[in-house]
């Protein structure tokens, strides 16, 4: 585990702090919070972002927006490239007041890449640069696939969804869950219908869905996708074409 080490964000003066970090695969940051909003953006690498309702997986093209305050931890799937950006509170407030998906082209790419490699160095180009980082941000596509947490929780109910998220693989049956939770089937199951309306099943398979989606954005083949995720491609093909309405070759296209 480890401890988020953000910049200096007393400087209120200031409209926006980058951060530039290099995570590897495997880190677990552990929940805390800013008074400033953050988006968080990798230029390579996957992650989880877990707030208290809900977990949002994280490709190269996306990043996610925290509004100021909002409590979150990050789970590193492979090795990340991070250039996260703080916007002052008086900033913060022009975008969702809610935590959010964004897809990041091309110009917003180079916009927040920008900022980061500008550092400290205050001139009329960097406010344009903020200016027109702010309107990308507010003009971006929002991404709707995200996965529900138990909120205030039983421990082992998270225990047994962050073991998911960190390996959602078929392969791993629902008994080895419970015993690494430290509780009995019965008592998991409960937990699962009891705090996010849903079995075990029907949870895992979202968070596969929302993996798939992951690496498809990544270029991955649908064939190594599923057989990662413990399917045969036809049958992970199936899956992927009930609960999102389109064939897995096709998404995003």
């Known amino acids: 585990m480890a401890l988020a080490a953000p910049p200096d964000l007393s400087d209120h003066g200031v409209p926006v702090q980058p951060l530039a970090r290099t ?20 230029m390579s690498g996957v992650m989880w972002v877990e707030t208290p309702r809900e977990a949002l997986v994280v490709p190269p093209q996306r990043a996610v927006w925290l509004p100021p305050g909002v409590t979150h931890a990050i789970r590193v799937v492979s090795d990340l490239q991070m250039r996260n950006i703080y916007l002052r509170p008086a900033l913060a ?34 406010d344009a640069v903020v200016g027109l980082a702010l309107l990308e941000l507010q003009r971006a596509r929002r991404s709707a696939i995200r996965i529900a947490l138990p909120e ?4 082992r109910l ?5 073991a998911v998220m960190a ?29 996010l309306g849903m079995g075990f099943a029907e949870w895992r398979r979202q968070v596969q869905l ?39 070759s096709q998404y995003g296209t």
């Open 210 to 248: 929302a993996t798939a989606v992951a690496e498809l954005i990544q270029g991955q083949s649908v064939s190594s996708i599923a057989r990662s995720l413990g399917y045969s491609p036809s049958s992970f093909s199936d899956m992927f074409r009930r609960e999102l309405g389109v064939a897995p």
């Open 158 to 162: 998270l225990n047994a969804c962050q």
């Open 23 to 42: 995570y590897p695969r495997g880190l677990y940051v552990e929940p805390h919070q800013h008074d400033w909003g953050q988006l968080l953006y990798a």
């Open 93 to 126: 407030v022009t975008l969702d007041s809610q935590v959010q998906v964004i897809e990041v082209g091309g110009l917003l790419r180079e916009l927040i890449v920008t900022l980061v490699e500008q550092g400290d160095r205050f001139d009329a180009y960097y």
């Open 167 to 195: 390996a959602p693989s078929l392969d791993i049956p629902f008994e080895q869950h419970a015993e690494m939770a430290g509780a009995s089937v019965r008592t998991l199951a409960r937990l699962f219908q009891n705090s």
């Open 152 to 155: 205030g929780a039983d421990r």
